[in-house]
C-alpha cells in the first residue's frame, strides 16, 4: 500500500516536468526558430535605421518648411520606431515626436503614428513610396497640425549619412584597372 502514494508522486512530478518541457519547446519554436526562418526566407528591402529629409506642403509659402526624422526598426514586413516631425508654417510651429508602426507592402511603407507623451495631442499617418534606386522613401504625411487642422506635407527621406556613401564605393571599372595594374606589377 505504500508504494501507491509514491507512484502517484512519480506520476505528477513527470507530468509538471513534460509539460514544463513541452512548453520550453513551443516557446522557442515560435520565438526564436520560426522568427529566424521567416527573417531569412525574407527577400524585401532593409529598411531599418535612420532617415532624414524634408517636407513641402502642397503650395508652400516662403518660409514654410518640414524636417522629418525617422528610425525604423524592421522585422521582415514589419516595422516600428519613432519619428520627429518639425514643421514651421506661416505663423505657427509644431515639433512632434511620434511613435510609429506599420507594414512594407508591394514597394510601399505604410506607417501609423501617434504622440511619444500622452500630453501632446497629434495623430498621423504615411504613405511612403520606396525608391531602390536612389534609397530613398518618398510619399506623403498627413497629420494634425497646430490649428487642429489636418496638413498634409509631400515628404522625401533618405538614409542618415547615405550622401557619401556612393564616393566610396568604387566603380567595377575602376576596380578592374586596379586589378591589371597590380597584377602588372606582380609580373614586373
Known sequence: MTEIPFYILVGVASGVLTAFFVSTLGDLWNCSFLPFVARWRYRGPDLAGEWKGLGTGPAPA???????ALTLN????DLRGTMVLRDRSAGHSIDLNLQAIGTTENGYITLSLWP?????????????KIDAGSGALDG???????????????VS??????????????????????????SALLKG
Request: glycine content about 6%; proline content about 3%; aromatic content about 4%.
Open 74 to 77: 524592421q522585422d521582415t514586413r
Open 116 to 128: 511619444a507623451k500622452k500630453a501632446a495631442r497629434s495623430v498621423a499617418t504615411a504613405l511612403l
Open 157 to 182: 527621406v533618405h538614409r542618415a549619412g547615405s550622401i557619401a556613401a556612393p564616393r566610396l564605393v568604387p566603380s567595377a571599372n575602376a576596380q578592374g584597372v586596379a586589378r591589371e595594374r597590380y
Open 62 to 68: 516662403s518660409g514654410e518648411w518640414s524636417e522629418v
Open 140 to 154: 506623403q504625411l498627413l497629420f494634425l497640425g497646430a490649428r487642429d487642422a489636418m496638413e498634409v506635407i509631400n
